[in-house]
């Protein structure tokens, strides 16, 4: 049962990292030019 939970907390963990690297990647546009991705003006 504590193996389940232990599961159920990594996985919310994970959700949550990811959540946090879509905010960071929010703001940025991909830039052909530049060949990589830049902040919005």
């Given at each position: ?18 959540a946090h690297i879509a905010e960071r990647l929010k703001p940025l ?13």
């Open positions: 049962m504590a193996a389940k939970a232990d599961a159920i907390q990594k996985d919310k963990e994970r959700s949550t990292r990811r546009v991909y830039d052909p030019k530049a060949g990589k991705y830049v902040e919005q003006k």
